[in-house]
């Protein structure tokens, strides 16, 4: 059973410059006593290998895996055929990354902002997916979206891509919902973000689903509100160990 933070629910601290990625895992280790860490590209100084090599070397001193690389910014389809080239070149070095850092997950969206997928959009992300997640299985990790903005927040959507992806390199990262789409993602699912909301209320629920799915990753905390967030994480994280428990 592997617990982990993600690093977005440090946030609001991180705009007020009294954390940083390194901070972040002596939080993990030290204040929450985990053994996983769950780093958002928020918090990444830099892609270069030399600051990569710190980083890694930050977990291995601390003994945490890193489950998951949350990457926002170059996400797959963008209308203009230059900026998306540009994101594809900018997936390439969060893929060397993930590789560099031992990461076992790595989280990277689709991108179309509508509710749905053109035939252009779905055979472009289907497709740069593909290679993404051969490339991610080569190494080691899966690769996959998220469930939280765009076209990917409807589950239809998300079924549609995984089932013609159909690839042991890829994986949803599952954003639970509370709501008959998590089962849906559920056969997919890489990596968990566990909202405030969904642990005061069907938390007990989620996890329930995501077992009887089979899932063998981390349970994750993500916090939302840029505010109080040490002891908002905390509170979270406890509710997690608990129903885990139970």
Known sequence: MT???????????????????FGYLESCRYRYDLRAADIWSGMLQSLDDGYLRKVRRALDERELSLENLCVDGPHIWEDDADVREQHYQKALRYLHAAEVLGAKTMRLDAGVREDTFTAEQFEAITARFREYAQRAHDAGFRVGPENHWGAEVVPENMVALSQAIDHPGYGVLLHFRGNDGDALMAPWAMHTHFSWEICQSGLERSIALLRDAGYQGCWSVEHHSGTNEYDEVAIQLAQIRRALAQ
Request: proline share 0%; hydrophobic share 60%.
């Open 3 to 21: 617990i982990a933070i993600a690093s977005y629910a440090f946030h609001g601290l991180l705009r007020e410059g009294v954390i940083d990625l």
